[in-house]
């Protein structure tokens, strides 16, 4: 286990973090390290064809991403956000394939966690995918994150936040004409609908 403020200077120093969610504990890499971010599908073992979703703390990170939002991602953004909602937004081709994208996309989140949202607040956005091997479970504590990992090269260790649910976030594509819901989550079918009406 390490503190935050090991948390947040390893995450500066190019190292890989594991770090709580509103849902399961995640890998998290600096987007300014784009070493760290390779080293993510390295101790994951993830296909690198697979994108990793990208955690911010406030809408001003996303624009500093070079991602324009456009009036009516904002009226269902903000019911959705903070919470375990993601969504996929067309962004920079330098963001998307940073984080493992072929299609000029990334999928965004601003979490509700408060200990992770003073994180990213201070470390600026983070590619984060869940804390597991590829295909198999996500702990939802974090020993037993660190008993997966810690060893591992890179591995800084893990920002303890408790016990984690491993529900899923709901995600929705944004990038295409019509909105659609690409993983359900906790949402209800009539939330889901709801959502992907434009305003």
């Given at each position: ?17 594991a ?35 990208v ?7 996303i ?87 810690v ?16 529900q ?32």
């Amino acid at each position: 286990m390490i503190t935050f403020d090991q948390a947040l200077c390893a995450l500066r120093a190019g190292q890989v973090v594991a770090l709580p969610t509103d849902t399961v504990y995640g890998l998290a890499a600096s987007l300014e390290s784009p070493a760290a971010i390779e080293a993510i599908y390295l101790l994951k073992e993830r296909p690198e064809t697979m994108a990793l979703p990208v955690l911010v703390s406030e809408y001003e990170q996303i624009s500093a991403m070079g991602i324009t939002l456009q009036p009516e991602d904002y009226a269902v953004l903000n019911e959705v956000w903070p919470g375990d909602f993601t969504v996929i937004l067309p962004a920079p081709e330098a963001i998307s394939q940073l984080v493992g994208g072929r299609n000029g996309t990334v999928a965004i989140r601003i979490p509700r966690d408060p200990l992770v949202l003073e994180l990213l607040a201070e470390s600026g956005p983070l590619a984060v995918t869940s804390a597991n091997k590829h295909g198999e479970p996500t702990p939802t504590t974090a020993e037993g994150v660190d008993a997966i990992f810690v060893g591992e090269s890179n591995f800084a260790g893990t920002l303890d936040g408790g016990v984690r649910s491993s529900q899923p976030s709901a995600i929705m594509d944004m990038s295409e004409d019509p909105w659609r819901i690409v993983r359900q989550g906790r949402l209800s079918d009539a939330e889901a609908k709801g959502l992907t009406q434009k305003p």
